[in-house]
Every structure is written in structure tokens, then in C-alpha cells.
């Protein structure tokens, strides 16, 4: 039977586990406050409450697996994480229902893991500086996000990070430090409407993967940044971009399947281009007039198939 009565909770410092359902529809709980550090936590804790406020303690350097999966807050709650979190854990804030935000008020957090933020209600998330690795579906679906910036210290952004984010319109890239291999996972911004997209000026390259698969508002041109030299694999593979446009002159290849399956119209290539690899522009159908730079030495296999 569930308890309507409890309005505020402390979670004191002996606990070391909360199991699912532990506090599952305490319609009445508003406070929940944390005094324990390390402590294991279960699927549905907070289910069908109705949270206002939340207190960590200053100590604390990882938000726990599953801590908020599916709970339930008061109509506009923002939850304010000390300063010494390091990582936010998998689930950790997965399927929460009306909360606006998560401030991370340090510059210690390290990693967000797969699926911390999957489907949650979350409308606002600044990242600090110190981030480094974003997860896999960490932010999958999150329909009311708006715009985020990926700082200059992200090293890795896991496979469908943004899918789904179909409110997503501003995306701003601060960091360099994305290798050009391995240092993204596929379908990062599907089912997007970016129209807004800002690449650092210091990129030699445009990563492999990154923007595979991505969502563009209908007319929004890409601006590739004069320093890039190369345009890794699958960068914009079945995106459906349809306008591109080179700042520079130093560019040198373009990836196997780079833009294959875009929706680009023409494309207007930078006289410094040398290599098109296999399948660059491939089964691009809206693709009608293509201007080559007398440079260019190689055009791979099925650079422009069908």
C-alpha cells in the first residue's frame, strides 16, 4: 500500500541500497534529501511522486545508476548537483517526468553514461567545461531540449546521444579533441530539426559519423570551417542536408559515404581538393549540378552511383 502522508525524506548516511519501488507513488513527498555518498540504487525508487526539492551532499562524486529512473516531480523542478560530481551514472535520470532542468554548478564531471537522460522531461542542460564523454542514447528523445553546446573538452559523443530531440534546433561544437576515428558513435542528432550549427574554426577534420543520419530544418546550409582538411567517413551519411558551403581553401578528401544518401542539390568544391573516396556522394537523387576544382586527382569507386 502506497504512503500518502510522507513530505519529506533523508536518506542518511549508514544507507548503501534503495530498492525499486522503495518510495514508488508517496504522492505527498516534496524533499528528498541525501546524506549518504555510495549507495546502489534500484528502477521506479520515486515513481508516481511529486518531488520539489532535492539535496545532495557536497561530497558526492557520482550521481548512482537508476537514481531517478521514472520519477516523478513537481510541475518545473530544476535539481542543482554539487559542485564535486565527477560522473552522472546510466539512468540515472532516465523517463523523469517534469523536471526542467540539471545544473552542474562545478567543473569536475567526467562522463554522462548511456541512456542518464533518455526520454526525460529536462528542457535546459548546460555542460561544464570539464566533460568529457557523452553516452550512448544519454539524451534520446528529449523532446523539449532546444539548443546545447558540446564543450572543448568532449572526447567522445556515444551513438544516438540527441536522437529523437525533436525540438533540437541549435547545436554549437566547441571541442577539437573528437578524434577523426572512433571518436563518435552513428545516428548522434536523427530525427533533429538543427538549424543552427556552429563548427570550431581550429577543426582539421569533420569526424567520422558525426552528423550520420542528422536532422536539418529544411534550408539550413552547413558552413564547413576554413581549417578542415578532411570530411571523415559517413560525416553526413543519409542526413538530409541539402545546403553546404566550404569557408575555405584547404580542404583535401572527402570520406567513404561521407554525404551518400543527403538530400544536397549541388555542390560547389574548393579548388584545394584532391581525393573523393568510394561512395562520397552516392545516392544523393536531388543532386543536379557538380562543380570538380581542376586539382582533383581521385574519384573513388561509386563516388556518385545512383
Not at 572526447?155 to 544516438?160: A, D, F, Q, T
Request: hydrophobic content about 35%.
Amino acid at each position: 500500500m502506497y504512503n500518502n502522508k510522507i513530505k519529506s525524506l533523508t536518506i542518511t548516511k549508514n544507507i548503501t541500497r534503495i530498492e525499486d519501488y522503495a518510495f514508488a507513488h508517496c504522492k505527498s513527498l516534496r524533499t528528498v534529501k541525501f546524506e549518504t555518498v555510495r549507495f546502489t540504487c534500484y528502477q521506479n525508487v520515486f515513481k508516481g511522486c511529486d518531488i520539489s526539492k532535492v539535496e545532495f551532499p557536497q561530497n558526492m562524486k557520482t550521481v548512482p545508476c537508476d537514481l531517478f529512473y521514472n520519477a516523478q516531480f513537481h510541475s518545473g523542478t530544476e535539481i542543482v548537483l554539487p559542485q564535486s560530481v565527477e560522473e552522472v551514472e546510466e539512468g540515472a535520470f532516465r523517463y523523469t517526468k517534469n523536471l526542467k532542468s540539471v545544473k552542474f554548478t562545478g567543473n569536475n564531471l567526467v562522463k554522462i553514461g548511456r541512456v542518464a537522460f533518455e526520454e526525460s522531461s529536462i528542457s535546459n542542460i548546460e555542460f561544464p567545461e570539464s566533460l568529457k564523454y557523452i553516452g550512448d542514447y544519454t539524451f534520446d528523445h528529449c523532446n523539449n531540449i532546444s539548443s546545447i553546446v558540446i564543450p572543448k573538452n568532449v572526447e567522445y559523443i556515444g551513438s544516438y546521444a540527441f536522437t529523437g530531440c525533436n525540438n533540437l534546433s541549435s547545436v554549437i561544437i566547441k571541442t577539437n579533441k573528437i578524434p577523426l576515428e572512433n571518436g563518435c558513435g552513428h545516428d548522434i542528432f536523427r530525427y533533429c530539426q538543427i538549424s543552427k550549427l556552429e563548427l570550431p574554426d581550429s577543426w582539421t577534420y569533420i569526424p567520422n559519423n558525426l552528423f550520420d543520419n542528422a536532422g536539418f530544418k529544411s534550408g539550413t546550409v552547413v558552413v564547413i570551417p576554413s581549417s578542415v582538411k578532411r570530411i571523415g567517413k559517413y560525416a553526413f551519411n543519409d542526413s538530409n542536408i541539402e545546403k553546404i558551403k566550404f569557408a575555405g581553401n584547404k580542404l583535401k578528401s572527402v570520406g567513404e559515404m561521407a554525404f551518400a544518401g543527403s538530400k544536397l542539390a549541388t555542390i560547389t568544391f574548393p579548388e584545394s581538393l584532391e581525393s573523393l573516396e568510394f561512395g562520397a556522394f552516392s545516392r544523393n537523387e536531388y543532386l543536379h549540378e557538380i562543380n570538380l576544382p581542376s586539382n582533383l586527382k581521385s574519384i573513388g569507386y561509386m563516388c556518385f552511383a545512383n
